[in-house]
Structure formats: C-alpha cells, structure tokens
T-cell receptor, first 111, second 112 residues
Framework: KNEVEQSPQNLTAQEGEFITINCSYS?????LHWLQQHPGGGIVSLFM???GKKKHGRLIATINIQEKHSSLHITASHPRDSAVYIC?????????????FGKGTHLIIQP | DTAVSQTPKYLVTQMGNDKSIKCEQN?????MYWYKQDSKKFLKIMFS???????INETVPNRFSPKSPDKAHLNLHINSLELGDSAVYFC???????????FGEGSWLTVV
C-alpha cells in the first residue's frame, strides 16, 4: 500500500525555535513536495525535491531517497509560520500522476 | 492576477442536485488536477488531466466527471450530490515537466 507518513501530527513551539517535520513513504517516488496550508485554506507549494537539499529563506527541505525519508526544517520560527505543512509524493509508475498526501503537521508558533 | 482560480468559492446545495465547479489557470500549464479535502483535512487526488489523457482515481464515484473545454480550464461536474460529497475541492496545475504545482484557493461544497 502506498502511504505517506508524517510526524509529528501536531507541534507547538516558541518563536525562534528550530522546527523539524518528518515525512516517510513506502515505495519509489519520482518527486516529493512540501506544501503549506494556511488557516484560510489556501495551499502553497514550498518545495519540490527529487534528491538532495533545497533552501528558501528560513525553510530547508532534505530528502534521502535510499531511506525514503524527507524533512522540512524551519529556522528562527515565527508566528506567521503557523500553518499545516503537508508532505506529498508522486509515485513512480502508472495511475493518476497527481500527488499522494500525508495527513499534515499542524504547526503553531507562539510569540 | 490569480494563477489558478476556482468558482464558486462557497456552494451550499441540496442532496440530489447536480452542480459544477469551474477552474481556470492562466499559467499556460499542460496538466491540471482536481483534489478533494475531506472533513479530516486529508487531501486526495481525484483526477489528473493533460491535453492528451485523463487519468481517474479509481475510488472516485462516476457521479464526478471532469470536463475540459480547453487547455486552460478543467471543470468538475457532480451529479446526484450526496451528503458525503461535502468537502473542499482544490484545482491545481503544473507544466508537464515542471517542478512547482499551483493550487486554486479551494471550493467549499456543503450538501444539505
């Protein structure tokens, strides 16, 4: 069964803390996405990874293809980072080539 | 200008009705998608479509049908609405070989 597991499910931290959200998947993928969904509901794509590491501002995403694992890091976290972060993969092989999603990590950054 | 736009944003309708949600992208993308986010906030692919092929998630009831009048539009038609169809529906698009996927703002459907 193709599954995407995220941890933690919920995370509350203080402003300034270093945040790590983890994602693991079960079978081969062609790409992995990190998405951000704000309380208003809109979804924004943060990163697309197929290998290695990417950085954008205070956000860093890494992927280890052999271990089928990815992490999203937020440095110097801020209350505006509060959102749901969703890991999603594109599986290698047939079927709908859309994303298969994890259940999301609900992040709250307190001032 | 909104890259991926959906209408309506909110829709309340009675069971048994037929409704449509429209999606337009002005990014020149080849591929468009419909996703459903259920009450537990879990997202799931419904359809992917490019100008050559429609791929349907086998779990989607055949009451749901995507229709693409042109490359920039992918509308979602739902027949005989049921209570369980209440959800947020997201349209998205990307280039066939592209990295970034762009989402619409979502359409909140409530079936009463």
């Amino acid at each position: 069964k193709n599954e995407v597991e995220q941890s933690p499910q919920n995370l509350t931290a203080q402003e300034g803390e270093f945040i790590t959200i983890n994602c693991s998947y079960s079978v081969g993928i062609s790409a992995l996405h990190w998405l951000q969904q704000h309380p208003g509901g809109g979804i924004v794509s943060l990163f697309m990874l197929s290998s290695g590491k990417k950085k954008h501002g205070r956000l860093i995403a890494t992927i280890n293809i052999q271990e089928k694992h990815s992490s999203l890091h937020i440095t110097a976290s801020h209350p505006r980072d509060s959102a749901v972060y969703i890991c999603a993969v594109v599986y290698s092989g047939g079927g709908a080539d859309g994303l298969t999603f994890g259940k999301g990590t609900h992040l709250i950054i307190q001032p | 200008d909104t890259a991926v736009s959906q209408t309506p944003k909110y829709l309340v309708t009675q069971m048994g009705n037929d409704k449509s949600i429209k999606c337009e992208q002005n990014l020149g993308h080849d591929t468009m998608y419909w996703y459903k986010q259920d009450s537990k906030k879990f997202l799931k692919i419904m359809f992917s479509y490019n100008n050559k092929e429609l791929i349907i998630n086998e779990t989607v009831p055949n009451r749901f049908s995507p229709k693409s009048p042109d490359k920039a539009h992918l509308n979602l038609h739902i027949n005989s609405l049921e209570l369980g169809d209440s959800a947020v529906y997201f349209c998205a698009s990307k280039r066939l070989s592209g990295n970034t996927i762009y989402f619409g703002e979502g359409s909140w459907l409530t079936v009463v």
